[in-house]
């Protein structure tokens, strides 16, 4: 048998530092009150004696777990296979990281999923939830309010869950899809077709609203094809529109994946890219968008960017939630620092919108198109 050392307690620190066991208390659990020199004395003893504080202890004082549950409305096959979600997820991670705090990563296929995702929000586990790529009718949404968790969705929300409280991190997918398709049409493009994602998800919905925009009124049948956001679906679609759409000299993708797979099926049908037909797509995920042959025009969005915001709004709301506990009165969610390029819900989102004081439910980030060699 192996002997192990103790762990160093809370009155071991207070020895160390020549201090009470409650002020030690109150700095390793971040309360104020205690002057600077005492809590450096403190933090210093923490670190000489290696102390860890004990979790189950700590959450009882600060009714915090430092955990977030980061909840993904896709099945696992498309999570951890989409390049989008890789980003997205080390953004959050990144911020939670930065705090202090756990990601329990949670994802749903079915029914059975939403049950079992619903079951663990309402058990005490976490502090709050992150939700994102959710789809129409979905039921996270009701899961999540029913489980009293404060929540930051990732997209704008298209749901009626009883609540007009709803805060989420989205970019600016309309006018992303008018800056793309305007692009085309100040080539020369006169046959503009979109292959779009999958409607029942407001992203996509938006990018086709924003290709509508511009399309010019009374243009006859409308030149589009539905894709579900993988490059497999980029192919069908494309297929699709060569065959009823057959002049076709320009195409805007709802994302890069999406046209990957057009792209492909351009070479396969002896289309030249750009020559014949220019394409556009949308996110600029460099892992595709810099190695489709030829390299992708694409719309830029900050995916690793609104992950980092969404966590950083829920942590600040969880800060102001424990604050308002103790008496302080800070306002949910205030003062979330978006940074330069935020814009709220409803505006522009341009790059040069500056990052209102206290951040509002809905935060629209900026996108920008990347010209390649795709048009």
């Known amino acids: 048998m192996t002997d192990t050392a103790q762990r160093p307690t809370l009155e071991a620190v207070a020895e160390r530092a020549g201090v009470s066991r409650a002020t030690v208390s109150r700095v390793v659990n971040g309360a104020h009150g205690v002057r600077e020199a005492l809590a450096e004395r403190v933090r210093r ?19 915090r777990h430092r955990a977030v549950a980061v909840v993904a409305a896709e099945p696992e096959t ?42 663990y929000l309402a058990g005490g ?100 094809a539905h894709g579900d956001f993988t490059s497999h679906g980029g192919e069908r679609a494309m297929r699709e529109l060569l065959d009823r759409f057959p002049g076709t000299d320009a195409v805007f993708a709802a994302n890069d994946l999406t046209a990957a797979g057009a ?23 460099l892992p595709v968008a810099e190695q489709t042959d030829p390299p992708l025009t694409t719309v830029r969005q900050d995916i690793e960017g609104m992950g980092r915001l969404m966590a950083r709004l829920l942590l600040r709301g969880l800060d102001d939630r424990t604050a308002g506990d103790s008496g302080a009165d800070t306002g949910a969610y205030g003062d979330a620092g978006t940074g330069g390029g935020a814009g709220t819900a409803g505006g522009a989102g341009t790059p040069d919108a500056a990052a209102p004081a206290t951040a509002p439910p809905g935060v629209i980030l900026p996108t920008t198109l990347v010209r390649r060699a795709t048009t």
Do not use: C
């Open 45 to 63: 003893a923490v670190e000489e004696l290696g102390y860890v504080p004990n979790q189950a202890a700590r959450s009882l004082v600060t009714r």
């Open 78 to 119: 498309r999570v951890f296979a989409d390049p989008y979600f890789a980003q997205q997820l080390r953004g959050i991670s990144k911020e939670l990281t930065a705090h202090d705090n756990q990601l329990v990563l949670l994802l749903t296929e079915g029914r059975e999923d939403h049950a079992r995702v619903g079951r």
């Open 125 to 224: 586990h976490v502090d709050g939830a992150l939700v994102f790529s959710l789809h129409l009718h979905d039921p996270l949404p009701g899961l999540v309010r029913g489980a009293g968790l404060p929540t930051v969705f990732g997209g704008r929300p298209d749901w009626d869950d009883g609540g007009d409280d709803v805060v989420y991190v989205d970019s600016d997918n309309r006018g992303g899809a008018r800056a793309a398709v305007r692009h085309l049409a100040a080539l020369g493009r006169t046959r503009i077709a979109h292959i779009a994602g999958p409607l029942d998800q407001t992203s996509a919905a938006d990018r086709l609203a924003g290709f509508r925009d511009v399309r010019a009124p009374g243009a006859g049948p409308e030149p589009m």
């Open 263 to 285: 792209l492909r099926v351009l070479r396969e049908r002896g289309r030249r890219v750009p020559d014949d037909v220019a394409v556009v797509g949308f996110d600029d995920m």
